[in-house]
């Protein structure tokens, strides 16, 4: 092997290999930071693996017929891993059906590996299987490029800043495309490109990453003081239509209900969200968020004779008795008992 093979060898394996172990990092704290790491640890573990498949191939076209194998079915995870790291990021609940994305195309290319092996069915792979995986790389691409389409359009408008968030998923999406791109104009230009491409796009998403941990760095800056300028009218009206979400999913009905917890849910950063919410709106979190769970205590007041007045307050998100109380009294100017004694005399009058 020529000095110039051995670079290319070096590079090449060198992404893959940290790949692995930024894999089994993110797998590790993963359960006590956020559920979203398990799928980033999956994008990043079957990449490596596709890579140090691509890399030894490359250097020994008689590599054992098993790791090509297993290289080119590692394919298969690596688009719903993909979309499910990037629906997870925009959803701050757990509760993705992830088995749905990974379980059956995961089975159907195992199944076909045992009834078809890469030794004695090379064609096989090459011609159909292969691309069957390719394609389906693809289409969990435009998904998550649906899911990232209020992102991508921000790259077309003027005066609208991308939070640490977006830029980041913009990232692992623009990186794992441009992987897809490389081995699919490989036949074009060389077998390598894939692997070059995979550790140059790596070392960038860690030197963002690790730009992303230190807050005071200009790439993930976010200001705590509002600058004079108001939001954009476009992205009030966008805001304010995710704000729907807030009633639809009974997010105000957690008492821990926090600003940062609806601006992850939205996508926005908890200072862009509080001056929303002070400047186009007029109001504080708090009031925003009472003015749901009082919307609902009074529905749940005239339509249920099973629960208590306190019951229902604690249902809606109060922490406390006096606090559902001061707080209705507040927004509606009469208490929850009188509100309700009223309601059922004027639908008895």
């Known amino acids: 092997m020529n ?23 993110f797998g590790i704290v993963a359960q006590r930071k956020k559920f979203s790491n398990y799928f980033l640890a999956l994008l990043l573990l079957v990449l490596s693996i596709r890579i140090i498949k691509s890399v030894f191939l490359f250097f020994n076209p008689n590599l054992f017929s098993v790791f090509v194998q297993i290289g080119l079915s590692a394919c298969v995870l690596i688009g719903p891993a993909l979309y499910l790291y990037s629906v997870s990021q925009l959803k701050s609940s757990n509760t993705i059906k992830w088995w749905i994305h990974i379980i059956p195309s995961f089975s159907i290319v195992i199944i076909l590996g045992i009834l078809y092996p890469y030794l004695g069915n090379r064609e096989l792979w090459t011609k159909f299987l292969v691309k069957g995986i390719y394609f389906q790389w693809l289409i969990y691409i435009l998904l998550t490029g649906f899911k990232l389409k209020h992102i991508l359009k921000k790259i077309f408008s003027k005066n609208i800043k991308f939070n640490e968030v977006e830029v980041w998923l913009l990232s692992i999406f623009a990186g794992v495309s441009i992987i897809w791109l490389s081995y699919n104009i490989g036949s074009y230009t060389s077998y390598i490109v894939g ?43 966008l805001i304010i239509e995710k704000l729907t979400v807030i009633n639809n999913e009974k997010l105000f009905k957690n008492p821990n209900l926090k600003l940062s917890d609806i601006a992850k849910q939205l996508n926005i950063s908890t200072h862009q969200l509080s001056q929303l919410l002070n400047d186009n709106l007029g109001k504080s979190f708090s009031l925003f968020i009472n003015e749901f769970r009082i919307e609902e205590a009074k529905q749940l007041l005239i339509s249920s004779e099973i629960y208590t007045i306190e019951t229902i307050g604690y249902d809606c998100g109060f922490n406390s008795k006096s606090t559902f109380f001061t707080t209705f009294k507040k927004i509606t100017g009469t208490t929850p008992a009188q509100y309700k004694k009223t309601r059922f005399q004027k639908q008895n009058n």
């Open 195 to 237: 692997a070059l491409s995979f550790s140059f796009v790596f070392y960038l998403l860690v030197l963002l990453w690790l730009f992303k941990q230190n807050k005071n760095t200009l790439f993930f800056e976010e200001k705590v003081k509002y600058e004079n300028k108001k939001i954009d009218k476009e992205e009030v009206k």
């Open 3 to 25: 000095f110039e093979n051995q670079l290319i060898f070096f590079f090449s394996a060198l992404g893959a290999f940290n790949g692995f172990l930024l894999s089994l990092y």
